[in-house]
T-cell receptor
């Protein structure tokens, strides 16, 4: 049973607009959440993280929101750029530190 | 600073043959991970090392997979014998500790014919 779910396999947005990628989790013991970006033929690259004691973390154009009651997090990219086109993975971990990944969402930003 | 180095980048073998993957983590990173990524899926943990000790190998299919991290630096993942279903990307990652976001290598794409 999947503990981290990304229900949208793909997302297409126009350059300059907002991209919103969503992620749901089932394990209430998760206390640390991350987003990774992956380009073809490369390994995933860490993007941004959030601890369960916070509900928002911002880094430049990237903001992650955490709703613990709904077991939901989202990644906002504003403004979206063509170079943001990649597969985005949501990941979560508990106290043991091992990351559990979702299946990913492929973002396409069109010029 | 050099990133996580993996070799080979691509490997094609016949089923039932053995195969080995090598990983050199970022210098000073005590935690090393091997992940498996199937097409259309996210990475799945195979094994995690803290220095030279395997602290979590619960997802490693031990009948055919083995791993080692001698001297707590480089690591090797081996499959013997390989099966068709082992075709995937094998990712190595490292971090300073278990709660620091791991840095991933480029992966080894294995094709078993």
């Amino acid at each position: 049973d999947q503990q981290v779910k990304q229900n949208s396999p793909s997302l297409s947005v126009q350059e300059g607009r907002i991209s919103i990628l969503n992620c749901d989790y089932t394990n209430s013991m998760f206390d640390y959440f991350l987003w990774y970006k992956k380009y073809p033929a490369e390994g995933p690259t860490f993007l941004i993280s959030i601890s369960s004691i916070k509900d928002k973390n911002e880094d430049g154009r990237f903001t992650v929101f955490l709703n613990k009651s709904a077991k939901h997090l989202s990644l906002h990219i504003v403004p979206s750029q063509p170079g943001d086109s990649a597969v985005y993975f949501c990941a979560a971990s508990g106290s043991q530190g091992n990351l559990i990944f979702g299946k990913g969402t492929k973002l396409s930003v069109k010029p | 600073e050099a990133g996580v180095v993996q070799s080979p980048r691509y490997k094609i073998i016949e089923k039932k043959q053995p195969v080995a993957f090598w990983c050199n983590p970022i210098s000073g990173h005590n935690t090393l991970y091997w992940y498996l990524q199937n097409l259309g899926q996210g990475p799945e943990l195979l094994i995690r090392y803290e220095n030279e000790e395997a602290v979590d190998d619960s997802q490693l299919p031990k009948d055919r997979f083995s791993a080692e991290r001698l001297k707590g630096v480089d690591s090797t993942l081996k499959i013997q014998p390989a099966e068709l279903g082992d075709s995937a990307v094998y990712l190595c990652a490292s971090s300073l500790s278990g709660r620091v976001p791991p840095v991933f290598g480029p992966g080894t794409r294995l094709t078993v014919l």
